[in-house]
Nanobody, 122 residues
Framework: QVHLVESGGGSVQAGGSLRLSCAAS????????LAWFRHVPGKQREGVAATCTSTSYSDSVKGRFTISRDNAKNTVYLQMNSLKPEDTATYYCAAHFLGGSSLLSPGQFEYWGQGILVTVSS
């Protein structure tokens, strides 16, 4: 059974940084595509970063967020710098890309974490 467990969320002031971690069990992340999404109630889930043979970022986080992986730890990370109040959301990691035109499309991943809240205050 596949489990993805996020950690590292919390509250931070605008301009601050957080690093999210997503530890996988029952699934080996090496050689697989992984992504981070976020969701704000009332809005669609948004893909913010993905890593496969290369990395992809949404325009809203490009230059501020960095996705990385540690295959030895079976963990994917999202380093978030220069955080803004509009980054406030529940963040989810996703694994096992099913194929499609975009790594930042939520419908293209099979496995999901439970989500972790990030709150950025102004």
């Amino acid at each position: 059974q596949v489990h993805l467990v996020e950690s590292g969320g919390g509250s931070v002031q605008a301009g601050g940084s957080l690093r999210l971690s997503c530890a996988a069990s029952g699934y080996t992340i090496s050689s697989h595509c992984l992504a981070w999404f976020r969701h704000v109630p009332g809005k669609q889930r948004e893909g913010v970063a993905a890593t496969c043979t290369s990395t992809s970022y949404s325009d809203s986080v490009k230059g501020r967020f960095t996705i990385s992986r540690d295959n030895a730890k079976n963990t994917v990370y999202l380093q978030m710098n220069s955080l803004k109040p509009e980054d406030t959301a529940t963040y989810y990691c996703a694994a096992h890309f099913l194929g499609g035109s975009s790594l930042l499309s939520p419908g293209q991943f099979e496995y999901w974490g439970q989500g972790i809240l990030v709150t950025v205050s102004s």
